[in-house]
C-alpha cells in the first residue's frame, strides 16, 4: 500500500467528518491501516445517513414493495411500474430540507433538479413535477422568506427545464420554524424495455463523465445533511449548491439520445456525495471494481485535490459506463448539446474503489463495504404514548358554524395555494388534464386516453398524536385522493421526515409511522417503490412534527372518466359516502378555530376505506356521480365548501343527523369519506350500490344559488368565501395578516 | 403550412406548438437546429417557440437572437414570409429587433402562469383573420418576464399603426389594470411588424388547442394562418 497520509487523522477530524468513534474503529478494522484524507472524506460520504440510511434501513425492509404492476421497487434511481401499452412510470420523491433551510431559493431548485435526474437517469422522459412543502409558523420571522424563496427555486428549475409542476402541499407549523422541509417528486414515462439501470456490467469498459464541470460546491453537502442545525446554520451557505436547470435540460436531452442509440450500460447520477456516491452504487451493485483518475475529470477551478473532487456536489453530472466501441458516438452527442464528455476511468474484477490523481493512488477502499454493506444500526425506540379519545360532545361547539367554516378555509393550512402554483408552469407540455387545486392532478400519457394521477399527502399532526395512526392515514389519503378523480392507485413514493434517530422517541416514531405505512400498503395493495429518508431535521434539539410524505400514482384508462371536485350543476343532491361519527381529536377545527392539538387522530379502518374507494371509482366510471372529493382536513363543511367554491354554485345543506353535535358532524375528520354529487334520477343506483358495498351514504342537501345554508345559520355567500379562501396567501406574503 | 420551429438550447414548448401545427393543419413541423444556416426549402412558417433559451443568461433572448439560424429568420421576415414568436420567441424577436421593444419582468417579480383574457384588436392580418375585431379569448401565460414596453415615441407608433394585436382585458373585454398582470405598457400582449408579417405574443395559443386540455381559443390563430397559407 503506497497511499501517503499528508494530513494527520485526529478523533476532532473523524468528527467532523460526522464520523463516530465506533464507526472509525470498522474503518480502520476494514481497511487494517489509517485512512488518508481523501479516504476518510469517501467513507463519510457514504455512511452518512443521507447515502447509507443506517438508521432507517432495517426498518425500511419491511414495506411491501412488491406487486404485479411492480418492474423495480426501491434501491435503483427511482422506482418502475408498469401502466401498460408497453409503457412504464418512473418516479420518486426526495428531501432538500437542511439546504432550503440555508438558502431556500438554491436549496429548492437542487431538490427539484436532483430528483428529474433520478427519474431520466433511468431512461425516462420527466411528465409532471409534484412537491410537498412545509414551512414554520406564518409568524415566525423567516417564514415569508423561505417560502417565498423555495417556491421561486422550484418553479425557477421545473419551468425552465420545462416539466410541468402539477400537485403539492403547503402547510405551516411552528415545529417546521427552524427545519422547513421541501420535499419534491418527478413523474416520468418510459417503456418497458428501455429502462437504464446503475449496476454496471462487465469488466474493463470506460466508465464516463458527463455533464457539467466539476467545482468546490456543495462538499459535505450530504454529510451537513446528516446532522440536526445549532446555532449558525446559516453558516452552512457554501454546502449548498447551485442548480442550472438550462444545463439540466441538455443533459435530459443528451441522455436520452445517448440511450436511445444503444450506447449505455449503466448510468448513475451525480447527486448527494456526487462522483463518489456514484462510481461506488454502479460498482458494488454490478459486483465490480471502479478504478477512477481524477485528473480527467473536467474541472471549472484550479488546482482541486483529490478530496474536494470525489466530495463535490456540483449539479447536472452523470456517470455512466458506455459499452465498447460507442465512445465516439457518445461524446458526438455531447459535443451537439454542448456538454462535457470525458472517459475518467474503468471496471475492473477487483472489488476495490481505487483513486489515482496524476498517477499518485490517493484511494483504495473496499467498494462493496463502502457501498451496500454499509453499516446498519437498529437504534433503540420508545414507542409514543397513546393520547386520549377526545368525546366530540366536550369540545366547545362555535358560536356560528358559518364562521368556523370561514375561519377554517381562510386559515394557513387550508386556504387556496394559488398564490404558490401560479408561479409554476402547470400547462407545458400539453397534457394536464386536471390542474392543481382539486385531490390530484391528472395527466394525460403521450396522446392518450391514458392518464396518471397524482398526489402528495400526510397529515403530520396525526403522526405526531400517533405515529401508527398518521402512517396509515398519510397512505388512505393518497389512496383516496387518487380514487377521487377516478384512478386506480398502483403505487407510491415515500419521503419519511424526523428529527434525530438517536433520540430514541424519534426512533420511536419512525418505526410507528413505518408499521402504519406498511399496514396500510399491504391493505389497499399500493407498493412502496421508492423513496427517501430525511433524518436529523432538528434545530436545537428540537424535532419538526413527524412527517412521512406520500406520493401517489394512479391509472386512469381513459382520462375523460375522469372526476373532479367542483359542483356541476345546480339541483344535484349532495351525499357522503362512508361513515360519520363526528371525530375532533386532532381536527383542523380543534387546532384552528380552537387552538387545541390536542386528543387521538382519527382511527383509520383500512376495510372500510377500501369499500368506500372501490365503490366511489366504480360509480365515476360509471357515470353516476357528477362531482367527487376526498373528505379530510376540516371534516364535511370544508370539502363542500371547496366543491362550492370550485364550481362557483351553492348549496342548501340539511339539519345534521341526531346523535352527533353539530360541530362534531360537519367538521369532524373520520376517514373514509367522500363527498360527491349526482342527479335525483341516479341517487336510488347510487344508494344501492352503496348498501350492497357496506358503505354508509346519507344525504346532505342540494346545490344550487349563490350561497351555502345550514339550518339555523346566516346564509354564506360563495364569491364571499372564496374572496377569503383566495386572499390569506397572497395578503400574508405581501406583509399583510 | 410548411412550418418550421426553432430548437435553441434550452426551448421547452417546442413540442407543444408543433403537436397544435399538426392538430390544426395536419402537416409535422420540421424542427430547426440553432446552429444550422438554413431553413428547410419550402418553409412558408418560421415558429420560435417557448422556453429559456440559454438559460435566459445575459437577458431572455439575447444569446438566441445571435444564433446562426437567426440570419435565415431575419432574410424569411424581409421577402415578407410569417414568422411567430411565442414567449421567449417574443423575447427572441424583439433582441433580434425583428420587432421594437423589450419584455421586462412582471410588475409583481414573479414567474405566472394562468389563463389571462386577451382582446383581438384586429381581424385582417394573417395571424387573425379567423377572429374578429374585439374577440376576447381566453388563453394561458406562462412567463417571468413578460411586461412588454418601448419609448414613448415606437408605442405611439404601434398604436398609431394598428401594430398591437392583442392586449390583457377583462373578461368583458375592457382594459383594467386589474387584468394586466404583467404590468405591460398599455396592456400589451402581443405586437406586429411593419409589414404585418411577424408576430411576437408572451400568451401562449399553443397551449389552448385541445378541448381536452381546456378552452381552444387558441385554435383560430393557427388556422388563421392556414387558411393565409393556403390560399397563397
Redesign the interface.
Known amino acids: 500500500m503506497n497511499i501517503a497520509n499528508t494530513v494527520k487523522i485526529t478523533p476532532a477530524l473523524v468528527a467532523e467528518h460526522g464520523l463516530k468513534p465506533d464507526e472509525y474503529e470498522r474503518i480502520l478494522k476494514l481497511i487494517g491501516r489509517e485512512p488518508s484524507i481523501t479516504e476518510l472524506g469517501i467513507f463519510s460520504a457514504m455512511w452518512n445517513e443521507h447515502c447509507s440510511y443506517k438508521s432507517s434501513k432495517v426498518h425500511l425492509k419491511t414495506l411491501p414493495v412488491a406487486g404485479k404492476i411492480v418492474i423495480q421497487g426501491p434501491g435503483e434511481n427511482a422506482g418502475v411500474i408498469d401502466i401498460g401499452d408497453g409503457l412504464a412510470c418512473i418516479f420518486k420523491m426526495e428531501s432538500h430540507n437542511h439546504p432550503s433551510f440555508i438558502e431556500p431559493y438554491q436549496g429548492a431548485t437542487t431538490g427539484v433538479g436532483g430528483i428529474l435526474r433520478d427519474v431520466f437517469t433511468m431512461g425516462a422522459r420527466p411528465i409532471a413535477c409534484l412537491n410537498a412543502l412545509r414551512f414554520g409558523s406564518p409568524d415566525h420571522p423567516r417564514t415569508r422568506h423561505l417560502v417565498s424563496g423555495v417556491v421561486?427555486g422550484i418553479?425557477?428549475y421545473g419551468?425552465?427545464?420545462?416539466v410541468p409542476t402539477v400537485a403539492g402541499s403547503v402547510g405551516f407549523h411552528s415545529r417546521y420554524d427552524g427545519n422547513i422541509l421541501v420535499n419534491a417528486m418527478a413523474v416520468g414515462i418510459a417503456e418497458t424495455d428501455k429502462i437504464f439501470y446503475a449496476k454496471a456490467t462487465g469488466v474493463g469498459l470506460p466508465v464516463v463523465y458527463l455533464g457539467s464541470k466539476t467545482g468546490r460546491d456543495g462538499i459535505h453537502g450530504a454529510t451537513m445533511a446528516s446532522a440536526e442545525f445549532g446555532e449558525g446554520a446559516e453558516e452552512k451557505r457554501p454546502t449548498v449548491q447551485v442548480g442550472?436547470?438550462?444545463?439540466e435540460?441538455?443533459l435530459l436531452e443528451a441522455c436520452l439520445e445517448i440511450m436511445a442509440k444503444g450506447c449505455v450500460v449503466a448510468i448513475q447520477d451525480m447527486g448527494a456525495a456526487g462522483l463518489t456516491c456514484s462510481a461506488v452504487e454502479m460498482g458494488a451493485k454490478g459486483d465490480l471494481g471502479i478504478t477512477l483518475d481524477l485528473e480527467k475529470v473536467p474541472v471549472r477551478e484550479e488546482a482541486m485535490s483529490a478530496y474536494e473532487m470525489m466530495l463535490s456536489e456540483s449539479q447536472e453530472r452523470m456517470l455512466m459506463v458506455l459499452k465498447p466501441g460507442k465512445e465516439a458516438e457518445a461524446e458526438a452527442i455531447f459535443t451537439k448539446?454542448?456538454l462535457d464528455f470525458a472517459i475518467v476511468g474503468y471496471t475492473t474484477d477487483t472489488l476495490r474503489f481505487l483513486i489515482r490523481h496524476n498517477g499518485e493512488e490517493m484511494a483504495d477502499l473496499p467498494i462493496k463495504e463502502l457501498g451496500d454493506q454499509a453499516p446498519e444500526y437498529n437504534r433503540p425506540f420508545t414507542e409514543s404514548k397513546k393520547l386520549p379519545v377526545i368525546d366530540a360532545a366536550s369540545v366547545p361547539a362555535p358560536k356560528s358554524l358559518a364562521d368556523a367554516l370561514e375561519k377554517l378555509i381562510a386559515s394557513p393550512d387550508l386556504c387556496s395555494k394559488r398564490w404558490v402554483?401560479?408561479?409554476?408552469?402547470?400547462?407545458?407540455?400539453?397534457?394536464?388534464?386536471q390542474r392543481p387545486g382539486g385531490d390530484a392532478a391528472v395527466v394525460?400519457v403521450q396522446d392518450?386516453p391514458k392518464a396518471l394521477a397524482l398526489c402528495t399527502d400526510v397529515t403530520p399532526r396525526y403522526c405526531e398524536a400517533d405515529p401508527f395512526e398518521g402512517g396509515k392515514q398519510a397512505v388512505a389519503e393518497c389512496w383516496r385522493n387518487l380514487t377521487a378523480v377516478g384512478a386506480t392507485p398502483l403505487a407510491i413514493t415515500d419521503n419519511l421526515n424526523f428529527g434525530n434517530p438517536e433520540r430514541p422517541e424519534i426512533m420511536g416514531q419512525f418505526v410507528g409511522c413505518i408499521r402504519g405505512i406498511k399496514e396500510a400498503c399491504l391493505a389497499l395493495n399500493f407498493p412502496v417503490v421508492s423513496g427517501n429518508v430525511s433524518l436529523y431535521n432538528e434545530t436545537q434539539g428540537r424535532g419538526i412534527l413527524p412527517t412521512p410524505t406520500i406520493g401517489g400514482v394512479g391509472l386512469l384508462a381513459d382520462?375523460?372518466n375522469s372526476a373532479s371536485i367542483a359542483f356541476k350543476a345546480s339541483g344535484e343532491a349532495v351525499l357522503v359516502l362512508g361513515d360519520t361519527r363526528g371525530w375532533l381529536g386532532q381536527s383542523a377545527y380543534l387546532a384552528t378555530v380552537l387552538g387545541r392539538e390536542e386528543g387521538a387522530p382519527p382511527p383509520v379502518d383500512l376495510a372500510a376505506e377500501k369499500c368506500a374507494g372501490d365503490l366511489v371509482r366504480d360509480l365515476i366510471a360509471k357515470g353516476r356521480v357528477t362531482a367527487v372529493h376526498d373528505c379530510s382536513d376540516g371534516g364535511l363543511l370544508v370539502a363542500i365548501a371547496e366543491m362550492a367554491m370550485a364550481g362557483n354554485i351553492g348549496a342548501t345543506l340539511e339539519l345534521s343527523p341526531g346523535g352527533i353535535p353539530p360541530h362534531a358532524f360537519w367538521f369532524g375528520e373520520d376517514q373514509a369519506r367522500y363527498v360527491v354529487t349526482a342527479p335525483a334520477l341516479a341517487l336510488p343506483e347510487i344508494e344501492a350500490a352503496a348498501k350492497a358495498a357496506g358503505v354508509a351514504a346519507l344525504r346532505l342537501g342540494l346545490t344550487g344559488g349563490e350561497e351555502l345554508t345550514l339550518p339555523g345559520e346566516r346564509p354564506i355567500s360563495v364569491a364571499q368565501l372564496k374572496k377569503r379562501h383566495e386572499s390569506w396567501l397572497p395578503d400574508y406574503m405581501a406583509g399583510g395578516n | 403550412m410548411n412550418a418550421a420551429v426553432v430548437l435553441f438550447p434550452g426551448s421547452n414548448r417546442e413540442g407543444d406548438v408543433a403537436s397544435a401545427i399538426k392538430r390544426i393543419s395536419g402537416k409535422t413541423a420540421n424542427i430547426v437546429w440553432h446552429a444550422d444556416s438554413e431553413l428547410p426549402s419550402g418553409t412558408d412558417l418560421v415558429v420560435l417557440p417557448g422556453g429559456f433559451s440559454y438559460g435566459d443568461y445575459l437577458r431572455c433572448g439575447a444569446i438566441a437572437a445571435r444564433a446562426p439560424i437567426m440570419n435565415a429568420v431575419r432574410a424569411h421576415a424581409e421577402r415578407g414570409g410569417l414568422v411567430l414568436g411565442i414567449c421567449n420567441g417574443f423575447q427572441i424577436l424583439c433582441e433580434a429587433q425583428l420587432l421594437p421593444g423589450v419584455l421586462q419582468r412582471n410588475a409583481k417579480l414573479r414567474f405566472m402562469c394562468k389563463e389571462v383574457y386577451l382582446r383581438v384588436e384586429r381581424s385582417d392580418t394573417p395571424y387573425t383573420r379567423r377572429y374578429n375585431a374585439g374577440d376576447v379569448l381566453k388563453i394561458p401565460v406562462a412567463h417571468g418576464e413578460g411586461n412588454y414596453t418601448a419609448d414613448k415615441e415606437t408605442i405611439e407608433r404601434l398604436e398609431g399603426d394598428g401594430r398591437v394585436l392583442f392586449r390583457y382585458v377583462s373578461p368583458e373585454g375592457k382594459t383594467d389594470a386589474a387584468w394586466n398582470y404583467n404590468g405591460a405598457t398599455n396592456a400589451i400582449a402581443g405586437i406586429l411588424s411593419e409589414k404585418l408579417n411577424v408576430l411576437g405574443l408572451m400568451p401562449h395559443p399553443e397551449n389552448h388547442v385541445d378541448p381536452a386540455i381546456g378552452p381552444t381559443d387558441g385554435r383560430g390563430l393557427f388556422e388563421s394562418i392556414k387558411s393565409v397559407l393556403e390560399a397563397a
Not at chain 1, 159 to 162: A, V
Not at chain 1, 244 to 247: E, G, K, L, S, V
Open positions: 421561486a418553479a425557477g419551468n425552465s427545464f420545462g442550472d436547470p438550462f444545463a435540460k441538455l448539446w454542448g402554483w401560479e408561479q409554476y408552469d402547470h400547462l407545458i407540455l400539453n397534457n394536464t388534464v394525460r392518450g382520462f375523460n
